[in-house]
């Protein structure tokens, strides 16, 4: 189980137990005032949320869940019948409803396919009750009738909870929106082996630097030397592990940096740091060929080749890249494990 569904499980555990502390209070209320019928509905709906959480225990969230439409769908309608409008029972619609789509979400997330939810016919059956039981007592008036301090408690506490459940769905389903959008970010910008930005957001972040920048700016594109001999000799986990070895070091070398996975085995590196940049990128390069990289119990020896150049004002980003490019083919084909500058 990941640790979203643990979180959820144990959300679902405590949120279950609060109700049921809220419906011993009911029952309590319900005993005092001989509203009989709702004393025994209370009992009920008390064992129901006692029980379930032996279905949360056992991972049973999709039982859980459509059980629980059932039961708070139910206990709302009996309640207005039995006591009236006035103690504000009915409101729970107002929380079922974004309740439903929020299981909904949940039962996706946690792949919880036994027990296909349908929200918006859900809803339409919400609706239905709280129309059918709102009608019944505004024709028949209510089965029991309260003492009046009786009933607004009730009814300020079923407000109080009904919006403190309004308040928790929100903020819970704007925290996913928000962390699914950085996801689709993240997704958008960075590598996913590496986790290094990736070529479309160097390219970005290059295109943004200013005029009176660029005499101070330079790019280096280095390759990993052998890289395919790696890859057939150790394996593509081997080589995975590799790619992500030499982007930790260029993480750590030139934190000063900007860095990207540039494509394949190769990385760019770019900065308007006071550094010599030729000293950075021989630092680097001592940095990764210094010790092999230990894989699965084998030692794998690495180096990369290195090409970097100072950008010029007045020519375009993809000139600046070439130029970088073009030292780095001419350090592969003149020994590699090397800096070549401009």
């Keep these: 189980m990941d640790k979203f569904a643990k ?26 005032t001989s509203a009989t019928y709702m004393f025994y509905v209370s009992l009920g709906a008390l064992a129901y949320y006692l029980l379930a959480n032996i279905l949360i225990a056992k991972n049973k969230l999709s039982v859980y869940v459509a059980s629980l439409y059932f039961v708070i769908t139910m206990f709302m309608f009996a309640a207005a019948i039995c006591v009236g409008l006035d103690a504000g029972f009915q409101m729970y619609c107002l929380s079922m409803i974004p309740l439903l789509f929020y299981f909904d979400y949940l039962g996706e997330k946690l792949n919880l396919s036994r027990i296909k939810s349908n929200p918006i016919l859900f809803s339409i059956l919400i609706a239905v009750t709280y129309f059918g039981c ?65 070529r479309h957001y160097m390219l970005e972040q290059l295109e943004k630097i200013d005029e009176g920048d660029i005499h101070k700016q330079w790019v280096a594109i280095l390759d990993i030397d052998n890289f395919k001999k790696v890859n057939d000799v150790y394996g593509h986990n081997a080589g995975d ?102």
């Design 134 to 198: 709102t009608s019944y007592v505004h024709v028949s008036g209510a089965i029991y009738e309260i003492p009046t301090n009786i009933s607004v408690f009730l009814l300020v506490s079923n407000s109080l909870w009904v919006l403190m459940l309004l308040v928790f769905y929100s903020s819970f389903m704007v925290k996913l929106i928000r962390n699914s959008e950085k996801k689709l970010l993240d997704q958008a910008i960075m590598d996913e082996l590496t986790k290094l930005y990736n």
């Design 241 to 342: 592990a590799v790619l992500v070895e030499v982007a930790n070091i260029i993480r750590r070398v030139c934190a000063d940096c900007h860095f990207a996975r540039w494509g394949g085995e190769e990385f760019l590196v770019s900065s308007t740091t006071d550094k010599n940049y030729v000293e950075l990128m021989e630092m680097l390069r001592s940095e990764v060929c210094k010790d092999p990289f230990v894989f699965d119990g084998q030692e794998i020896m690495v180096s990369i080749t290195v090409g970097v150049c100072k950008c010029t004002s007045g020519e375009r980003v993809d000139k600046w890249i070439q130029s970088a490019d073009s030292l780095l083919y001419e350090g592969k084909n003149t020994g590699k494990n090397k800096v070549v500058s401009r």
């Design 7 to 32: 979180n959820m499980k144990k959300l679902a555990f405590i949120v279950n137990n609060m109700i049921a502390l809220y419906v011993v209070v009911f029952t309590i209320i319900f005993r005092y």
